[in-house]
């Protein structure tokens, strides 16, 4: 220090030049970041002010900076402020913030005014002077910088909801479900601002309804909901007409005679007092008599309530057909005198017994006695006793194919049951075991045993049949149908006929499917003109068919001698 002193008395001049320079030094880095400081990326460096920013971002006065709206225009200001912001960075560094703040951020009107300095509206029947004049302009417009929502702020993890609460307890009104409210609005209470006393409804509201009253008042409470209530006094024709088809309760009764819960729900009571008649009109065919004999219910209720004391006859006429006697006997008393088939008496005494009706007890057969439905009686019970054999039916047991149960529907035995007991065998019909042919089953249709099968076992060999196996003609398969062998010799099934000419078969017959012989074809004549259908067989063949002359025509073996070459 004691260096310092002597160097500025022995050089004032580089003293004073260097303290100049090292405070220009200083000032132009305070200027440097109190220029810095006021830039709005600057705010958002501090965690809690990232949803404010983006808010402000994304709102009207994104090209402003913050400084704009929060400090007061000048250097001077602005440099003050900073004192004012180090003790925001300390509560930063050191303690929890979080927002809402319990005040909303000062912002003068001087500062709005700086770019606002007239506004006009557009809204429909607000002015915007009239209700500018005596109130701030953060009273409606506090959220206009940037609108921050809740959801915003608990995503931050800064969420104060005591503060929230607090600033929020003022509610815009919600008349018509909130239909009437002016677009935008603030959120706030109509009497903060207006005189409801004062302010008639019309002057805000056109009624949904007629006329009804004098004022809305008259049935709309005062509130922040104006909600509905049902004065207490009044005549009911005052606001509401009597129904078409409602009925009229005498010429002096009142809506309360039968409403009696006036202001509340006005839900109908009947009434104790007054005669049926006043208020309604007995129904066609109705019986006559004391409507309480039959409806004694009260406090409105009234139902039908069967007497059980009054005689059936005088109110019900006994149907066609229907049985004489005591109505009790079937219908027992209760609430709706249902038909209960007595358990005592006899089935005669009511039914007739249906014509080509079995004889015998009715309960055999008809034995439930919730319905008396048909029930077929069991398996020990004898068939013949209700039903007729029919003709050229077996005479075995009816069980043995009608088996036990709801229908009694044929039911063939099985494999085991000997065929012959019910069913005769046919007229040339094989001795051999019926299920040879006849398979088990339920049609027990006949099909023909396989190739493993002995032919004559069943079917005789006809006259004059070749003895040769069955199967070398008739092919194994469903109709088992002649089919003539290619391979095998003809001579194996056939004899040459007499005087038959003795060269092979297959020179004149062709194999077919028939069981006549095979179809015979003449050979080839050499010379092309002789044909067997030309001439006669006996030109050629004057001794049968095992001898053949040509000098019949011919007299030498060259083409085309004849008698007349002899000349």
């Known amino acids: 220090m004691t260096r310092i002193r002597s160097l500025i008395v022995e050089r004032p001049v580089a003293a004073a030049l260097w303290i100049g320079a090292l405070t220009t030094l200083l000032l132009l880095g305070f200027f440097g970041i109190a220029q810095a400081t006021d830039s709005p990326t600057f705010c958002n460096t501090c965690h809690e002010m990232e949803p404010y920013h983006a808010a402000w971002s994304a709102g009207s006065h994104a090209d402003v900076p913050c400084v704009a709206c929060h400090v007061d225009a000048g250097i001077p200001a602005r440099l003050s402020h900073k004192f004012v912001a180090l003790g925001e960075v300390w509560i930063h560094v050191t303690g929890d913030p979080t927002f809402p703040l319990e005040?909303?951020?000062?912002?003068?009107?001087?500062?709005?005014?700086?770019?606002?300095?007239?506004?006009e509206s557009d809204t429909p029947g607000f002015e915007h002077d009239k209700h500018a004049e005596g109130?701030?302009?953060?009273?409606?417009?506090?959220?206009?910088?940037?609108?921050?929502?809740?959801?915003?702020?608990?995503?931050?993890?800064?969420?104060?909801s005591e503060n929230a609460a607090m600033r929020s307890e003022h509610i815009v009104a919600t008349l018509g479900k909130g239909e009437d409210n002016i677009e935008e609005h603030v959120a706030t209470e109509c009497a903060s601002c207006h005189d409801m006393e004062a302010t008639g409804c019309e002057s805000c509201h056109t009624p949904k309804h007629d006329p009804i009253g004098d004022t809305c008042t008259q049935c709309h409470k005062p509130g922040a909901e104006w909600v509905f209530g049902h004065p207490a006094a009044g005549s009911c024709t005052q606001c509401h007409g009597?129904?078409?088809?409602?009925?009229?309760?005498?010429?002096?009764?009142?809506?309360?005679?039968?409403?009696?819960?006036?202001g509340v729900s006005w839900a109908f009571a009947h009434p104790d007092e007054p005669t049926c008649e006043s208020c309604h009109a007995r129904p066609a065919e109705h019986r006559s008599g004391e409507c309480r004999t039959c409806h004694t219910g009260t406090?409105?209720?009234?139902?039908?309530?069967?007497?059980?004391?009054?005689?059936?006859?005088?109110?019900?006429?006994?149907?066609?057909?229907?049985?004489?006697g005591t109505c009790t006997t079937c219908h027992t008393a209760g609430a709706?005198?249902?038909?209960?088939?007595?358990?005592?008496?006899?089935?005669?005494?009511?039914?007739?017994?249906?014509?080509?009706?079995?004889?015998?007890?009715?309960?055999?057969?008809?034995?439930?006695?919730?319905?008396?439905?048909?029930?077929?009686?069991?398996?020990?019970?004898?068939?013949?006793?209700?039903?007729?054999?029919?003709?050229?039916?077996?005479?075995?047991t009816c069980t043995t194919c009608h088996g036990v149960g709801t229908s009694w529907a044929f039911r063939h035995p099985g494999a085991g049951s000997s065929c012959t007991t019910c069913h005769s065998r046919p007229s040339g019909h094989s001795t051999q075991t019926c299920a040879n042919c006849h398979g088990v089953g339920t049609t027990w249709a006949f099909s023909h045993p396989g190739s493993g099968a002995n032919c004559t076992s069943c079917h005789t060999r006809p006259a004059g049949h070749s003895s040769a196996t069955c199967t070398?003609?008739?092919?194994?398969?469903?109709?088992?149908?002649?089919?003539?062998?290619?391979?095998?010799?003809?001579?194996?099934?056939?004899?040459?006929?007499?005087?038959?000419?003795?060269?092979?078969?297959?020179?004149?017959?062709?194999?077919?499917?028939?069981?006549?012989?095979?179809?015979?074809?003449?050979?080839?004549?050499?010379?092309?003109?002789?044909?067997?259908?030309?001439?006669?067989?006996?030109?050629?063949?004057?001794?049968?068919?095992?001898?053949?002359?040509?000098?019949?025509?011919?007299?030498?073996?060259?083409?085309?001698?004849?008698?007349?070459?002899?000349d």
């Not at 940037?146 to 702020?153: G, I, T």
């Open 103 to 119: 005040e909303a951020a000062l912002v003068p009107d001087e500062r709005c005014t700086a770019c606002h300095e007239d506004v």
């Open 336 to 396: 709706s005198w249902a038909f209960k088939h007595p358990s005592s008496r006899s089935c005669e005494s009511c039914h007739s017994r249906p014509k080509d009706h079995e004889s015998g007890t009715c309960t055999t057969c008809h034995s439930s006695r919730s319905s008396w439905a048909f029930s077929h009686p069991g398996s020990g019970s004898n068939c013949t006793s209700c039903h007729t054999r029919p003709a050229r039916h077996a005479t075995q």
């Open 135 to 160: 109130h701030p302009c953060m009273d409606c417009h506090e959220t206009v910088g940037h609108a921050v929502s809740e959801a915003a702020l608990i995503e931050a993890g800064i969420y104060n």
């Open 299 to 324: 406090e409105g209720d009234w139902t039908f309530t069967h007497s059980s004391a009054a005689n059936c006859t005088q109110c019900h006429e006994r149907p066609a057909n229907h049985r004489s």
């Open 242 to 262: 009597r129904p078409d088809d409602h009925t009229v309760v005498g010429d002096d009764a009142t809506c309360e005679s039968c409403h009696s819960e006036r």
């Open 472 to 566: 070398n003609c008739h092919g194994v398969g469903t109709s088992w149908v002649f089919k003539h062998p290619t391979s095998t010799a003809c001579s194996s099934c056939h004899s040459a006929p007499s005087s038959h000419y003795g060269t092979s078969c297959s020179s004149c017959h062709t194999p077919t499917k028939a069981w006549s012989s095979a179809t015979f074809s003449h050979p080839s004549v050499p010379g092309g003109e002789h044909s067997y259908r030309s001439f006669a067989c006996t030109n050629c063949h004057p001794g049968g068919y095992s001898s053949v002359s040509c000098t019949a025509c011919h007299d030498s073996n060259n083409p085309g001698d004849d008698d007349d070459d002899d």
